[in-house]
């Protein structure tokens, strides 16, 4: 069993950053591949970004590429996910998640999901 605690979403103007962690526990074996998805009002939760926990992979949505970056912190178990340059079309609920596997993008393939944390950026 893993479980996963998104934490610092908020309120942030057009042109700000935010840094989302994401903290893991249980038994964090389980997984070697990281993600984060949003899911915006009216709209399906789509992928962002996703990382393979031990480094050298890394893939992120074409709406993101080069404002967002997904990190990791092996000692603390924790993802980060830095979010630059932010638009008010970032506004959305964030989730991590993880798997064990061979594939990044698709979402179906993750078991393990945190609850969520509300990420706004006004105009």
């Known amino acids: 069993q893993v479980q996963l605690v998104e934490s610092g979403g908020g309120l942030v103007q057009a042109g700000g950053s935010l840094r989302l962690s994401c903290a893991a526990s249980g038994r964090t074996f389980s997984m070697n591949i990281v993600g984060w998805f949003r899911q915006a009002p009216g709209k399906e939760r789509e992928f962002v970004a996703a990382a393979n926990w031990s480094g050298g992979n890394t893939y992120y949505a074409d709406s993101v590429k080069g404002r967002f970056t997904i990190s990791r912190d092996n000692a603390k178990n924790t993802v980060y996910l830095q979010m630059n340059s932010l638009k008010p079309e970032d506004t959305a609920v964030y989730y991590c998640?993880?798997?064990?596997?061979?594939?990044?993008?698709?979402?179906?393939?993750?078991?393990?999901w945190g609850q969520g944390t509300q990420v706004t950026v006004s105009s």
């Open positions: 998640a993880a798997k064990w596997g061979i594939t990044y993008l698709d979402q179906r393939s993750y078991n393990y």
